[in-house]
């Protein structure tokens, strides 16, 4: 059999992907084949475009075989690669967690936006899963600290790991359930990405979602429970004045503030996407009154 040439592998797999995910453009089929091409034989896209007519080593076409076949049953791009970018650093992924999604870096900005840069800030990233968050606030904050926490063993894992990989020594990975390893009053901020999706929610069973950790993404009939029980624990861990940032489903929002105000929050107030659909809410735990 003659020794396939890397365009003809791609072009194969391109048809491969596309048919299987009936994508009539071909575009994300094209970079995913890219990718797994990337991995299967360790080089770049750049190289794979400029050299389409090198040959496959056997076990380079195998293995490229087998990733195809991954993706084409629909598992998740970033489980097979094992890394996501999040806020310009690269993350281990695993399917232990649920994968870093670029709506999530709202509430980077509104953290950023709200806190003093150059203050000591302790901010607690509650249900951390990969990490991302805590990481790129630590990244972009080196005079904060930040506490990852996360109650699955496996997840724990992999935020330590990439906060040792990103060299993030005011990243602190806490084993812990939302607040329960926190103190009175010791948090500046709270910040979180919990679970919001309803347990009946049909798009549990599309696309990505039916790979990723259930945990990490189910709370309840109404998507709410995981964000009530940080609600419950946020006032006592946080300092006068602490600020609070959660990300939530785009039809949440309204809910999200109640439930702000009911636990006793000020300033509260939602920020939308780049969809304009509503996506973090924030407030902040009143000041003592003189």
């Not at 329960?180 to 948090?187: F, S």
């Not at 009530?228 to 006592?236: E, G, N």
């Not at 009911?262 to 920020?271: C, D």
Request: hydrophobic letters at 40%; a neutral charge; aromatic letters at 4%.
């Amino acid at each position: 059999m003659k020794p396939k040439t890397l365009g003809e592998a791609l072009h194969e797999a391109i048809a491969t992907l596309a048919a299987r995910k009936q994508d009539s453009n071909l575009g994300s089929s094209r970079i995913d084949a890219e990718l797994l091409l990337g991995e299967a034989t360790g080089s770049s896209r750049t190289a794979l475009i400029a050299w389409p007519e090198r040959t496959l080593e056997p076990a380079q076409r195998a293995h490229f075989r087998t990733l195809v076949e991954r993706r084409a049953s629909g598992e998740p791009i970033a489980y097979i690669l094992g890394q996501r970018e999040f806020w310009g650093l690269q993350l281990a992924v695993a399917p232990t967690t649920l994968i870093p999604r670029p709506d999530t870096e709202l509430l980077v900005e509104c953290t950023l936006q709200a806190l003093s840069a150059t203050s000591p800030i302790v901010c607690a990233d509650l249900g951390t899963g990969t990490g991302a968050i805590a990481a790129a606030l630590a990244h972009e904050r080196p005079a904060w600290t930040l506490i990852a926490i996360e109650r699955s063993i496996g997840a724990m894992a992999i935020a330590a790991a990439n906060a040792r990989q990103l060299q993030l020594g005011n990243l602190l990975p806490l084993q812990a359930d939302w607040l329960q390893g926190i103190g009175p009053e010791r948090l500046d901020a709270i910040v979180s990405n919990p679970p919001y999706v309803a347990d009946d929610d049909p798009h549990l069973r599309r696309g990505d979602l039916r790979f990723e950790p259930r945990t990490a993404l189910v709370a309840g009939p109404d998507g709410l429970d995981a964000i009530r029980a940080i609600l419950d624990q946020a006032p006592r861990s946080l300092r006068s004045g602490g600020w609070i940032g959660i990300e939530h489903g785009w039809d949440q929002g309204a809910e999200v503030r109640r439930l702000l105000k009911r636990a006793g929050f000020e300033k509260v107030k939602t920020h939308r996407d780049l969809a304009g659909h509503e996506r973090v809410s924030s407030a902040n735990k009143p000041e003592p009154k003189q």
